[in-house]
């Protein structure tokens, strides 16, 4: 089920929970989730000097703001054993110049996921980071012929990784799968954690 959210817009957040309830109830005859995933995203090229005030405050608002807001408005709806992940990114290990912005609020991130980790323990709510390095998405329009090419060079396994089925065993929603486990019982003692799924991106 799809229902709308803008997460750069914190004053929906009670609205949206009230929406989720109502799904919960209507669809499941349940009143809990098992998971959240924080993964919305878009990315600016810019460098340093030329980043303006708006454009920073627009990542902020999606990448750091809006997941803080969005967990603590949900987190009444999250049960007890349940799982949190957080989409950051390898640009937060791996400097690359005209994203300073995007990356310094993946990083944010980042260590928000442990604080999360600490302060929901007493509820059995696990959260950890998830971090893809060079996947193939339309984030920031996508992957040109030329820098595709140039981020397998600099990755272990020689290509980037697949967010999409393409007909290769072992290559479909790579990030996707590691998110899925860290949802499940399966994964139950793995807390606080940034795993990096990249292929040895830059290694």
Known sequence: MALPLD????ASFPSFREAVTRALEENWRGASLHGLVNNAGFRLYSPLETVTEAQFDGLFLVHLKGPFFLTQALLPLIRKG??????????????????????SFKGGLEVLTRYMAKEF?????????????????????????????????????????????????????????????????????VNGQSIEVGGGYCI
């Open 121 to 189: 323990g007493p509820r059995r709510i696990r959260a950890n980071a998830v971090s893809p390095g060079a996947i193939r998405t339309e984030l920031g329009g996508g992957l040109t012929d030329e820098f595709e090419a140039l981020l397998a060079s600099q990755t272990a396994l020689g290509r980037v990784g697949e967010a999409e089925e393409v007909g290769r065993v072992g290559e479909a929603e790579e990030v996707g799968r590691v998110i899925a486990r860290l949802l499940t019982d399966e994964f139950g003692w």
């Open 82 to 103: 349940g799982a949190i992940v957080n989409l950051t990114s390898a640009t937060t290990r791996v400097a690359t110049a005209g994203i300073a912005p995007y990356a």
């Open 7 to 10: 997460v750069a817009d914190t």
